[in-house]
């Protein structure tokens, strides 16, 4: 015999036909109460443990089960169940062929069998049940599940008892396939941020590594990303011969495209700065590649020099870049003509050599610092950055804590990134 809930009535509402207007009408506010309850959640498995109580409860004396149809096989899978003991959650019934659940799925035809002996397609659940209804659960015109309602009378329900279950079951069925949407959009969501944290990882072990120890000289970097995942990098590539490759770059766009475009500039420019000796050489060889290989619009700026670390000169050369800031006792932008952001077309990339003595120092960085905004619309800029560094003791980490400062928590700071070569 189907269970009720504990402290509801066992007679239910439908204990037998219901002749009169007032049963009727109760019955129908009991059920709509039932439908109110059962859309006020999205939570898919809440939901249909809902759906079934709800109805069962309303009802009484009767075994609810949702069906619905699996993604893998033409089959549908019990979901939900009240007051059934032969079939639990994870059954499936072939579709067309097994039992007023199967039938159903293949009609897309609500089935009454008054006396469920004497129906061809009845599969026994209970011993007591007498009279089943079946009724497709639709989406856009197709069938998605089956609403199953058996009951211990014989010819339990009405027409217009079911008439008023048949529209119960279109609201269920919209509540259910809402319900359905959002758990794919959480699980792909779920998806989406594990990729972006396994990114994050990979990138943070790209990035935050010891810096060279080079003689003579001393590094700093900051790298803060805007999301999970980042556009900008830096690195440091051994020439051999005390000379070493020192690169910034920002590829356009965000999140994970522009990381994956960050990796594969990142690698082709390792595999081609030992093979050339100018930076410039380097630009022009890595902007052939990235031109063919890159989606069209993408495009990447960098800033790249060497620094021989036994002659003390630094070799810049830019693509589309930011102009370094060299900082001593004047502290200035380094005047450096540039070539086109690598990616977007044939160019050339001038250089330019400084001589770095003693307590004088290069700072490389990305747009996120000087273009960052506070809540006025108002940027970080150019003057904030030398500002910043006449100040003694100033660093790249007390830099990214004064834009974030400035930006005041706006929601639309880009990746901020910064290497500072101290001379010594």
Known sequence: MATVSPGRPATGFFPTRIHSSADFTQTLMKLQRATNLIASTL??????????????????????????????KNEMVLQGIRGCTKFCKGNRLEIGKQGMVGHVAATGEMRYAPDVRLDPYYIAC??????????????????????????????????????????????????????????????????????????????????????????????????HPAGSVAGDWFDFIDLGNDRYGIALADVSGKGMPAALLMSATRALLRSIAPLHSSPSQTLEQLNRALVEDFPSGKFVTMIYGVLD?????????????????IINHETAFLELDTGLPLGLGPSSYPERTVTLSADTHVLIYSDGITEAENAAFEEYGAARLVEHFTT????????????????????????????LLRSR
């Open 126 to 223: 209970e011993e007591g049940t007498r009279s089943s209804m079946t009724i497709p659960l639709k989406t856009a015109g197709n069938v998605m599940g089956v609403l199953l309602i058996d009951h211990e009378e014989i010819d339990a329900f009405s027409s217009d008892q079911q008439k008023v279950l048949e529209a119960i079951a279109g609201h269920i069925a919209i509540a259910i396939e809402n319900a359905r949407v959002l758990k794919g959009e959480r699980a792909q969501r779920e998806s989406l941020q594990r990729e972006s944290a396994d990114a994050r990882t990979i990138q943070e072990a790209l990035f935050l590594k010891p810096v060279p120890l080079i003689p003579g000289f001393a590094i700093e970097t900051a790298w």
């Open 309 to 325: 670390a036994r002659s003390r000169q630094l070799t810049l050369a830019s693509a589309g870049h930011l102009q370094p800031l």
């Open 392 to 419: 003694p003791g100033a660093c790249v980490d007390g830099l990214i804590a004064a834009v974030k400062h400035f930006a005041d928590g706006c929601e639309h700071m880009d990746d901020a990134t910064a290497v």
């Open 43 to 72: 939570d898919f498995e809440e939901l249909l443990d809902r759906v079934v109580n709800e109805i069962a409860s309303s009802i009484g004396n009767v075994e609810v089960a949702v069906w619905l149809r699996a993604d893998d």
